[in-house]
């Protein structure tokens, strides 16, 4: 419920008891509160049009949610709050004590997409033993939440476990409804399953005896747009008409298809690399390893040796990269693509066994 301060000349409306007013002596002026985003002004003397919703759409909410004002406005208190409304192109909070605070609603948009297409660190969503997304049906792929990397002791967690006892299972499944119901439910949090180029329709069943159809009628042959099971994806695929009036062009998007199009491109890089060798076999080469974090306030260790004398030269022909600095998880990204700019090729550590003493002194 909002209240109008009473002063001259004003009148005030509340949604439980209705008009109210003040017999003044100057012009009369009206304040409309409506749940449909329209007010309207009126005096005596001029007509004014102004927007107020005391009621936000579910596409509003998670827009002018106390974190996306927190990330737009760094100084925001996102405590002692008692309702949030939007005025005109503003976010209007109005605090326990009555006080408001008015804040640019562009630039809280733009806060929460900015913050839906983040890039989260490297090892973040990578499976067992370094694995990436797993080729599903219908064009869709099975990611990992990284597990194994979280903690020095991750990949004894219940989730890491059950991602190396499924990891080559899912592809038996071939509803997406059960493949989503085990890797997203109460008991476990495997990962998602993704779709960063439209699902396709699943494949029928093929009759040898009738005519071929690339496309038959009436069927589709794909979704183009992208998909993602997590909460944050279907929350904008429910509500995108809404958040399509709110934001010009809007596309539901996740933190997972911003990482699989990252990991993409740095497959892509590193065969581009590659296929420019005229032997395909590199002598330039990386070899990295990680150790994760030892609790969950620090960060991990990214160690990387380089040489010039191919994958599988011997440890003496193996240089440590910068050795007096420091590398953790948000390094890894940038480290890769540069060292692939320079013309070396990135291998795991772990599949070059005589690397692993000097690994173990590190």
């Known amino acids: 419920m909002l209240l109008a301060t009473p002063c001259a000349g004003l009148a005030f409306f509340t949604e439980r008891i209705g008009w109210h007013a003040w017999p003044t002596s100057g012009p009369s002026i009206v304040i409309h509160f409506t749940t449909e985003a329209r007010t309207l002004i009126s005096s005596s003397n001029s007509t004014q049009i102004m927007q107020l919703q005391t009621e936000l759409n579910p596409a509003q909410a998670l827009i ?8 737009a406005y760094a100084d925001f208190d996102d405590t002692e709050i008692s ?22 609603l562009t630039l809280i948009k733009t806060a929460f997409q900015q913050y839906t297409h983040r890039l989260k660190d490297f090892f973040s969503y990578l499976g067992p033993n370094y694995r990436g997304p797993s080729v599903w049906h219908n064009n869709a792929y099975v990611m990992f939440k990284g597990w194994n990397y979280t903690h020095a002791l991750g990949h004894l967690t219940s989730n890491a476990k059950l991602q190396q006892h499924w990891a080559d299972k899912f592809i038996h499944l071939s509803d997406p409804n059960k493949v989503v119901a085990l890797l997203q439910n109460d008991q476990t949090d495997l990962g998602h399953l993704v779709a960063p180029d439209g699902l396709r329709s699943a494949a029928r069943p093929i009759d040898m005896e009738s005519d071929l159809e690339e496309n038959p009628s009436g069927v589709q042959a794909s979704t183009p ?11 904008q695929l429910l509500n995108v008409s809404l958040f399509q009036q709110e934001i010009e062009g809007f596309k539901p998007w996740c933190i997972h298809l911003t990482w699989f199009h990252k990991y993409r491109e740095l497959l892509c890089k590193r065969t581009e690399v590659r296929n420019a060798l005229p032997s395909g076999t590199p002598d330039k080469c990386v070899a990295w390893w990680y150790a994760p974090p030892q609790d969950h306030i620090s960060d991990g260790k990214f160690v990387l040796l380089h040489t010039k004398s191919g994958a599988q030269a011997p440890l003496t022909h193996w240089r440590t990269y910068r050795p007096k600095e420091v590398f953790s998880q948000e390094h890894a990204w940038d480290l890769f693509f540069n060292m692939m700019e320079a013309g070396y090729v990135p291998f795991p550590g772990t599949a070059l066994p005589q690397l692993q003493s000097a690994v173990k002194k590190k």
């Open 83 to 104: 309702g949030i409304y939007l005025r005109d192109d503003n976010c209007v909070v109005v605090r326990c004590d009555g006080s408001e605070q008015t804040y640019d």
């Open 64 to 71: 002018c949610s106390r974190s996306n004002i927190r990330r």
């Open 225 to 235: 747009e992208p998909y993602c099971s997590c909460g944050s994806f279907q929350r």
